[in-house]
């Protein structure tokens, strides 16, 4: 702890008991550092328990909290955030609201952080064109709640760029280890199909969530200049039906692709807010994720990334898929 301190390698993660999160915070004390997790009190912590961090129970809603962890932080990486949520109210409150609560509570504690690193989306920026991928100067075009939440708390972030370094990086898709989203492509190829909307071929980048991490992780050491956004993505750009075939030949077995009207995505996203209209719960497929899902192309071009923070990703497609495969095996998840 102290051996850390002194070489200023202490991080404050929030969002450290959910995908990208989890994967980040072993990655820090791999590499030598001290870690404190902001945690909510209904968070489930048992693999935190077992790692040597700090955790202090807490919210974005409490600034005592967030006090109490940044103590002694010199990095800052905010994960924390909101994917689903039962409307846009929800989704600005933690998204947008408790980026900014987080960043005016650091902003008055001393010593300030060196640097904070945000955890934006791709979603913020928007779809792309199909016949190009997104750059960082490109104008955002959310087309979801989520993504415009996102694109809020970047905004936010930039209103602190004078106060300390800060820095946005924007994945794409995520898989790897923990996921629970692409997951289901795996569970369905497992089960013999592909269910997708419609005969478009879909095209998005992806990163697997171990290069995503690095990429936090080099953010974090930087010295580039404060206000810096980045896309995080591998160069490629895949569709589902070469996502798909990689998931098979890893399982050894045959699938095939089944194509459905889109207007029963369109009906499963009216159910799923028809639900959240009743329950006040968020649905797991809603007209919003729908609406992202329809979109031909979400890809994004890394090499700002690649030439700014020397960040060059390492796991393929192939190799990517393996691990996954076989992180979902030993959780018996396949």
Known sequence: MVQAEMEGKTALVTGATGFIGGNLVPALLRKGYSVTCLVRGSSDTRMLQKLPVQLVAGNLDDPESIRKAAVGARVVFHIAGLTKAPNRQRFFLVNRTGTSRLLETLSEINPKPARFVHASSLAAAGPSDPNRPLVEEDDPNPVSWYGESKLAAEEAVLKYADVFPVTILRP???????????????????RGCLFTPGRTTRRFSLIHVHDLVDAF?????????????????????????????EI?????????????????????GAAGNFYSLLSGKASALSMQKVRELLQPSWTCDPSKAQAVLDFNPAIELSNGIRNTIQWYRLQGWL
């Open 172 to 190: 794409p898709a995520v898989y790897g280890p923990g996921d629970r989203d692409i997951y289901l492509i795996f569970r369905m190829i497992q």
């Open 217 to 245: 992780i080099k953010a974090g050491e930087s010295k580039i200049t404060s206000g810096e956004v980045f896309f995080v993505s591998r160069p490629e750009i895949h569709t589902w039906e070469e996502v798909g075939r």
């Open 248 to 268: 098979a030949r890893e399982l050894n077995i045959k699938y095939r692709r089944i194509s459905f009207p889109e207007w029963l995505a369109l009906a499963a």
